[in-house]
């Protein structure tokens, strides 16, 4: 597996390298929604971002944890900014098969994220209320189903900290759980070998004490 996003800011390898090392089974899932499989496979997402998405997540996942291979039990997810959101969608679906998460720099409500961007598949928010509604990581925050480790940097100007932070005053107000890592004074890619080697064995760390 090739991941180019991040590429070179730390030379021990990407996250997913240094968790094969360690004797995980890494699997990489492009749903409905990405791209080089035609038009119409792409387009499905249109109006309803992260639903299907999600689906296909939970649905790769339970096919991964029936191999006699793996164990159905000890299924985890990251993602790091529309799949930080994705990670946190797919853990929110309502089926019990993650048993913990991390999500770096996500979104939680495309009402918070750049509008230009949003509105290209979401219509405005007046336009599509019930896909704004839906397509809320935070909306589905009664649904979530295993511990969740919350990345972000605190100066990122992509997806603003207020995408975290209104996440996290959800799960305090419900009482529920989770790990929160701040970096502060670092943008959407957290980057820098320190910050970077730091990030990986954050979750790493988190991974080994919740799988």
Aim: hydrophobic content about 40%; proline content about 3%; glycine content about 10%.
């Amino acid at each position: 597996m090739i991941n180019e996003w991040g590429a070179g800011f730390y030379p021990g390898g990407t996250l997913e390298a240094l968790m094969t090392k360690k004797g995980y089974a890494v699997a990489v899932v492009d749903g409905r929604g990405t791209g080089r499989r035609g038009a119409d496979f792409k387009k499905q997402t249109y109006k309803r971002l992260g639903v299907l998405e999600s689906q296909d997540q939970v649905a790769a996942a339970k096919y991964l944890g029936s191999q006699p291979w793996a164990d159905a039990g000890r299924i985890a997810i990251w993602g790091w900014s529309y799949g930080g959101y994705n990670a946190l969608m797919a853990m929110s679906e309502g089926t019990p098969v993650f048993k913990c998460g991390v999500a770096v720099a996500p979104v939680t409500d495309w009402r918070y994220y750049d509008a230009p961007y949003t509105e290209r598949f979401m219509l405005q928010p007046k336009e599509n209320a019930d896909g704004y509604a839906e397509a809320s990581a935070i909306n589905r925050i009664d649904k979530l189903h295993g511990k969740v480790l919350i990345i972000h940097g605190l100066n990122d100007d992509n997806v603003f900290f207020s995408n975290s932070a209104s996440y996290i005053d959800a799960l305090v107000n419900r009482g529920i759980d989770f790990d929160m890592q701040i970096y502060p004074g670092k943008e959407h890619s957290i980057t820098g070998r320190n910050y970077r080697l730091h990030l990986f064995n954050r979750i790493i760390r988190f991974f080994e004490e919740n799988l």
